[in-house]
């Protein structure tokens, strides 16, 4: 886990990183990811194709619906972006142009869309890593989260009225803004400063969304964390966890940095794993009362 190369690169700090994915109806999926890094950065992705309002099949896309191809082309978009520095323009452009060609090819034959149907929407949510800053990028209910020994921190709000990270999960709120190529959208975007060690999740609902609460995903990051020896173990860990409750396609793609190795991440985590356990997952206080205890340090970067 412990990166060897030079020391005085503090990108170099990066320890691993990868993504957790699967499908409830295989090779037909409409989640997405995208992950990479470089000498200077790194970048973890997920996108949540919208298969309600994009449920239109195109022929000469395979038949597959606007979802499905709109998380593809948008994550084909971000890995150009980082691949290309930016160098023609900021992220939304990038993920404009790849909307573009969407369009372009798509024919004008399939199932109709209602009148709340758009043409390729995804959410998209985005985390970029230079140095010590991180950049999150983001749009629809899909989420950016920094995991340290305080806890699990959502960095990105949702697109949802009246909703948050809590009361959501059981109102299901509408979505008020996702990328699409039939409507104008906003990619937020929001920068900030972290110190090491920490750990950088981007997530699509399907992993946290069915869980009782917030804390629970907080709960089962940092049981996998512990229980496991090394990132591979991790990964396959927290796959098999994930299949076996979620109700939909998921993705979760995470970047680890400032770790000696993984022992020393998993010393790093035992305190506030025993610490969720036994203050929310083992209680018998009313759900309501532990997020409004969690919900402050939670909630701590949201603006």
Same mark, same amino acid.
């Given at each position: ?94 993920? %404009?142009?790849?909307?573009?060609? #969407?369009?372009?090819?798509? *024919? !004008? ?5 209602? &009148? /709340? =149907? ?11 890593? %230079?140095?010590?800053?991180?950049? #999150?990028?983001?749009?629809? *209910? !899909? ?5 340290? &020994? /305080? =806890? ?30 039939? &409507? ?120």
């Amino acid at each position: 886990m412990k990166n060897k190369n030079n020391k005085q690169n503090k990108p170099d700090k990066l320890n691993s990183i990868f993504c957790v994915h699967g499908e409830m109806v295989p090779n037909n999926g409409e989640d997405c990811y995208y992950f990479g890094a470089n000498s200077s950065s790194a970048i973890i992705s997920v996108f949540d194709g919208c298969g309600g309002i994009g449920s239109k099949r195109y022929n000469n896309f395979s038949g597959k619906t606007g979802a499905y191809i709109a998380s593809r082309a948008v994550a084909g978009a971000v890995k150009a972006w980082f691949d290309e520095n930016g160098k023609a323009g900021n992220i939304k452009e990038y993920i %404009q142009w790849s909307l573009r060609i #969407c369009n372009k090819f798509a *024919d !004008s034959t399939g199932r109709i869309m209602g &009148s /709340l =149907g758009k043409s390729f929407p995804t959410t998209a949510a985005i985390i970029h890593t %230079q140095s010590d800053s991180a950049t #999150c990028y983001w749009a629809g *209910d !899909s989420r950016c989260f920094m995991l340290n &020994s /305080l =806890g699990l921190h959502q960095l990105s709000t949702d697109d949802i009225d009246g909703e948050d990270a809590f009361s959501n999960i059981t109102s299901d709120g509408v979505l008020t803004n996702v990328i699409c190529s039939s &409507s104008d959208f906003t990619v937020h975007e929001k920068k900030f400063n972290f110190k090491y060690p920490c750990i950088f999740i981007t997530s699509s609902d399907g992993c946290f969304g069915y869980l009782p609460s917030p804390m629970d995903f907080e709960f089962l990051l940092t049981k996998a964390i512990i229980s496991c020896d090394n990132s591979k173990a991790l990964k396959e860990y927290l796959n098999n966890c994930i299949k076996e409750y979620t109700g939909d396609d998921y993705t979760l793609c995470i970047s680890v940095f400032g770790f000696d190795s993984y022992t020393h991440m998993k010393e790093y985590f035992i305190d506030r794993c025993t610490y969720v356990k036994n203050t929310f997952i083992d209680s018998d206080m009313p759900l309501e009362d532990k997020w409004n205890i969690y919900k402050g340090e939670y909630s701590k970067y949201l603006s």
